[in-house]
């Protein structure tokens, strides 16, 4: 079971920047996709962004061309680097990582059942 760890979630003003890391306890291989879910109180999880090893992405698209995914395989940690932020954007983020599926399948299909997944981190956008 690979342990993940988010950091850098904090309170920020609509339109600001924010980057969220999460690091890897070990070497995901060739055939996981790690990707970045987030809940808002009194809503259901869903999935946000992904990217398997060889870099293919997928966003939801309510982040498209505000947000990119992105990875160092060297340091195991995955990024989301979220700009022009709204006050919906508000939500805890998890980090999560599964064996097999494509970027898309994870963000639209994954649960939290299945793969393992970090405890989150909190982002909160001001009006």
């Known amino acids: 079971q690979v342990q993940l760890v988010e950091s850098g979630g904090g309170e920020v003003q609509a339109g600001g920047s924010l980057r969220l890391s999460c690091v890897a306890s070990?070497?995901?291989?060739?055939?996981?996709?790690m990707g970045w879910f987030r809940q808002a109180p009194g809503k259901e999880r869903v999935g946000v962004a992904a990217?398997?090893?060889?870099?293919?992405?997928y966003y939801v698209d309510s982040v498209k061309g505000r947000f990119t995914i992105s990875k160092d395989n060297a340091k195991n940690t995955l990024y989301l680097q979220m700009n022009s932020l709204k006050p919906e954007d508000t939500a805890m983020y998890y980090c999560?990582?599964?064996?097999?599926?494509?970027?898309?399948?994870?963000?639209?299909?994954?649960?939290?059942?299945?793969?393992?997944w970090g405890q989150g981190t909190q982002v909160t956008v001001s009006s």
């Open positions: 070990e070497y995901t291989h060739s055939d996981y996709c």
């Open positions: 990217i398997d090893n060889d870099g293919n992405t």
């Open positions: 999560a990582a599964e064996d097999g599926p494509s970027p898309s399948d994870f963000v639209l299909h994954a649960s939290p059942d299945f793969g393992d």
